[in-house]
């Protein structure tokens, strides 16, 4: 079942381990979990944190509402690819997100897809 997102969380953990090297990081924790209802991707890193500013800028990001299948068929229609890029992207793949920020101590971005049908 992970299978059929595998693109998706391929993407999804590239991104936010770029952004995880960006912030100075030198230890990422990443893991990918299937459950029943959901496939769980988790980033934790101990980089350069966020500032409050920075975290409501990167939690609108992430909380757009999941348009990616739709945005990815009328792309194809109109023979552009994707929209959008960095946490916006990972907003639009995902149902939901949790961040944990500390300045100066790191970040931890739990994001989830539900499986649906
Ligand atoms: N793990 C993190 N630690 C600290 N700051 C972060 C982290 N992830 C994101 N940010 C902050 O949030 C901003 C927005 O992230 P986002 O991935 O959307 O854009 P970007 O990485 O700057 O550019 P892009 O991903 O489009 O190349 C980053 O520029 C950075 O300031
Ligand atoms: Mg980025």
Request: aromatic share 4%; charged share 30%; glycine share 10%.
């Amino acid at each position: 079942m992970m299978h059929k997102w595998r693109k998706h969380i391929r993407g999804i953990v590239d991104e936010l381990m770029n952004n995880a090297v960006k912030a100075k990081a030198t230890k990422i924790d990443v893991s990918v979990a299937e459950k029943e209802q959901a496939i769980i991707i988790n980033v934790k890193d101990n980089g350069i944190g966020m500032s409050k500013e920075k975290y409501a800028e990167v939690s609108k990001k992430l909380e757009q509402s999941r348009r990616v299948e739709l945005e990815e068929y009328y792309g194809a229609l109109a023979g552009e690819s994707m929209i959008g890029t960095g946490l916006s992207l990972v907003g639009m793949m995902t149902d939901r997100a949790e961040i944990k920020t500390e300045l100066g101590k790191g970040t931890e971005i739990t994001v989830y897809i539900e499986k649906r049908g």
